[in-house]
């Protein structure tokens, strides 16, 4: 069940502390623990410098759902740039074709209870995650 649902557009870097706050009322509005928080805060922050970095911005769904008595914050990245041409490297620690450490979607995986990432080179990239309340 979807319980609030908002978008917000990323078009440069100056859109990503709004974007970081309205994560983290989300998370206080349904009660996350800091702990918590800071794993969902941290994920979104990798993907939406991905967003920026290699897709020059995208829209992101911001949602709180429940689900069997659990209620947790769902994000959604949706771009419209390059793609990832093979997905599975891309989820690989070190990879990188940015000259940096290939450490951005692998950290965000661990870090969150649920990750998908879905990428087809020429249309774009979507990224979801979810993270419960009581981080499980
Ligand atoms: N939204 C995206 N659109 C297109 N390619 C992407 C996107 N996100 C990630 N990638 C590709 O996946 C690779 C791995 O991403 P990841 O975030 O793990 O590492 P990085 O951004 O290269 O380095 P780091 O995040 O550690 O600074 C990137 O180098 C890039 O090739
Ligand atoms: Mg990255």
Redesign the pocket.
């Known amino acids: 069940m979807i319980l609030s649902k908002d978008t917000m557009q990323i078009v440069h870097e100056q859109n990503v502390v709004p974007f970081r706050n309205r994560v983290k009322e989300l998370a206080t509005k349904i009660g996350m623990s800091l702990v918590n928080q800071t794993k969902l805060i941290t994920a979104a922050s ?1 993907l939406v ?3 920026l ?3 020059n911005g ?1 829209k992101i769904l911001l949602e709180i759902i429940s689900n069997n008595g659990r209620t947790g914050v769902r994000l959604t ?1 949706m ?1 419209e ?4 041409a093979d997905v599975q490297q ?2 690989r620690d070190g ?4 000259k ?8 965000a995986k661990r870090l969150v209870n649920e990750f998908d990432i879905k ?1 087809k080179p020429g249309e ?2 979507t ?1 979801t995650i979810t993270h419960w309340k009581n981080g499980r």
């Open positions: 990798e410098r991905n967003m970095k290699y897709a995208g990245f771009d740039g390059p793609g990832i891309a989820m990879f990188s074709t940015g940096s450490l290939g450490l951005g979607l692998p950290g990428s774009g990239t990224v």
